[in-house]
């Protein structure tokens, strides 16, 4: 609970109760499928563990989706056994609709699930849920790949491991280190917003979702697990790897087309520290200078290739008009994105145009300065040019970010309202 409001307060979320009104604090899942055999063994042992360990209420709900064996009759006697477990049936296969079924109904502030085979020490689950129940953070996964990890588990199961992390960094640029470990956590009131959102119902959808979690700028909590392979896992590599895959082009695709609702999502719940206005503290200069840097550097070198191609087959200024108009709309939208964070298409258009006007102000610059060294030199070498070009590019980039932030992407004032309406999105 906040105790301190002054302007200078950086906001946090609530920190759960310590005592409820007979409502459980947790709720961990465990979605199983045809598990007849192991199914007792893991609730027993984790509903001890529970029992002895954590401090708070608890409730652990099997969820059995479609199985075929004698699953749900071992789930409906364990229920009856014990007063903290439930048995959910869904008439469907898939673990991604299992948890989006079950957490989406479930009243518990803290949301987690496991797998059945419990191949994850549970000494790292209060670890797991403590930063969620404090309100430091909005999520939190076990980690495999963590240098304090310890793991035992074939080669053939952690080269593939790794190397779907590497492609998630290298298409979605995710930062968390370990998408597809069966031990996470969400706090409720992130789950209501995340979860109509999240497409898949299969394995790739603790991926989904995590990722979307990233762009929404949330805090995602990671804990090095002690974790030893299961060798009779039901999984399917070959066919879970492909369907990941698929996954991933599709959320690639979204965030490139700008189809997710990206705008939905920044900052939903209204209390980021960087949308406090703190007396003399720039709002977001520090970052949005690194971040205009950045894409200045490339987007010069993307200019200088542009200039050096063009010039082969017409003349200077041509090329330098060329050069610096295709390389202005990529730099805008570089800006408009990474920059100055605006999501979504909304205004698209209109800071295309200003940004088209400000590229007039950089032709401008180059274009006097080709001029101005024609007519001092005559003729001057091409390395000359593009010295001249990158010494005017500097000037026009210093001018660039100032109308960038001024007038194109300027900061809007943070009020109330402003979050009130982020929060009924």
């Known amino acids: 609970m906040r105790t301190d409001s002054s302007p200078g307060t950086l906001p946090a979320r609530d920190h759960l109760p310590a005592a409820g009104a007979g409502l459980?604090?947790?709720?961990?899942?465990?979605?199983?499928?045809?598990?007849?055999?192991?199914?007792?063994?893991?609730?027993?042992?984790?509903?001890e563990h529970l029992s002895s360990t954590f401090p708070y209420?608890?409730?652990?709900?099997?969820?059995?989706?479609?199985?075929?064996?004698?699953?749900?009759?071992?789930?409906?006697?364990?229920?009856?056994?014990?007063?903290?477990?439930?048995?959910?049936?869904?008439?469907?296969?898939?673990?991604?609709?299992?948890?989006?079924?079950?957490?989406?109904?479930?009243?518990?502030?803290?949301l987690a699930y496991m797998d059945v085979d419990l191949s994850t020490d549970l000494n790292a689950l209060l670890p797991l849920v403590a930063p969620l129940i404090s309100g430091h953070s909005d999520?939190?996964?076990?980690?495999?790949?963590?240098?304090?990890?310890?793991?035992?588990?074939?080669?053939?199961?952690?080269?593939?491991?790794?190397?779907?992390?590497?492609?998630?960094?290298?298409?979605?640029?995710?930062?968390?280190?370990?998408?597809?470990?069966?031990?996470?956590?969400?706090?409720?009131?992130?789950?209501?917003?995340?979860?109509?959102?999240?497409?898949?119902?299969?394995?790739?959808?603790?991926?989904?979702?995590?990722?979307?979690?990233?762009?929404?700028?949330?805090?995602?909590?990671?804990?090095?697990?002690?974790?030893?392979?299961?060798?009779?896992?039901?999984?399917?590599?070959?066919?879970?790897?492909?369907?990941?895959?698929?996954?991933?082009?599709?959320?690639?695709?979204a965030l490139a087309t700008g189809s997710l609702p990206?705008?939905?999502?920044?900052?939903?719940?209204?209390?980021?520290?960087?949308?406090?206005?703190?007396?003399?503290?720039?709002?977001?200069?520090?970052?949005?200078?690194?971040?205009?840097?950045?894409?200045?550097?490339?987007?010069?070198?993307?200019?200088l290739l542009l200039y050096s191609g063009f010039r082969a087959f017409t003349g200077s200024q041509t090329a330098n008009g060329l050069a610096l108009l295709v390389s202005a709309v990529a730099n805008t939208a570089a800006n408009r994105r990474l920059t100055f964070g605006v999501r979504g298409r909304g205004g698209a258009v209109r800071h295309q145009a200003q940004g088209l006007v400000v590229f007039g102000i950089g032709l401008a610059l180059t274009s006097g300065s080709l001029a101005a060294l024609n007519a001092a030199t005559g003729d001057p070498a091409h390395s000359t040019e593009l010295a001249v070009l990158v010494a005017a590019n500097l000037a026009a980039t210093v001018l660039r970010f100032l109308l960038f932030r001024a007038w194109v992407f300027p900061d809007r004032p943070s009020t109330p309202s402003d979050h009130h309406a982020r929060n009924l999105r």
């Not at 709720?27 to 893991?42: A, G, R, W």
């Open 139 to 253: 999520l939190a996964i076990g980690s495999r790949l963590s240098r304090s990890s310890r793991v035992v588990r074939g080669a053939k199961r952690e080269f593939i491991s790794r190397s779907y992390n590497l492609i998630l960094r290298g298409s979605l640029q995710a930062r968390f280190s370990d998408a597809q470990c069966g031990f996470k956590a969400i706090r409720r009131d992130v789950a209501q917003v995340l979860l109509p959102l999240v497409e898949d119902t299969g394995w790739f959808f603790d991926t989904e979702l995590l990722v979307l979690a990233e762009r929404a700028g949330l805090r995602i909590h990671e804990v090095p697990v002690d974790w030893i392979d299961d060798p009779d896992s039901t999984v399917h590599i070959v066919r879970t790897a492909t369907e990941d895959l698929k996954g991933v082009w599709r959320v690639g695709r």
């Open 24 to 47: 459980p604090v947790l709720d961990v899942v465990i979605p199983v499928h045809n598990e007849e055999k192991d199914l007792t063994p893991c609730v027993r042992r984790l509903h």
């Open 57 to 110: 209420a608890f409730r652990i709900t099997i969820a059995d989706n479609a199985s075929t064996d004698s699953t749900p009759h071992v789930a409906a006697r364990l229920a009856e056994r014990m007063a903290e477990v439930r048995s959910v049936r869904l008439d469907r296969k898939g673990r991604g609709r299992a948890l989006h079924t079950v957490w989406a109904a479930s009243d518990a502030p803290v």
């Open 262 to 303: 990206l705008d939905r999502l920044a900052r939903p719940f209204g209390d980021d520290p960087r949308d406090r206005d703190i007396e003399d503290v720039p709002q977001g200069l520090a970052r949005q200078l690194v971040g205009f840097c950045v894409v200045g550097v490339l987007s010069t070198l993307f200019y």
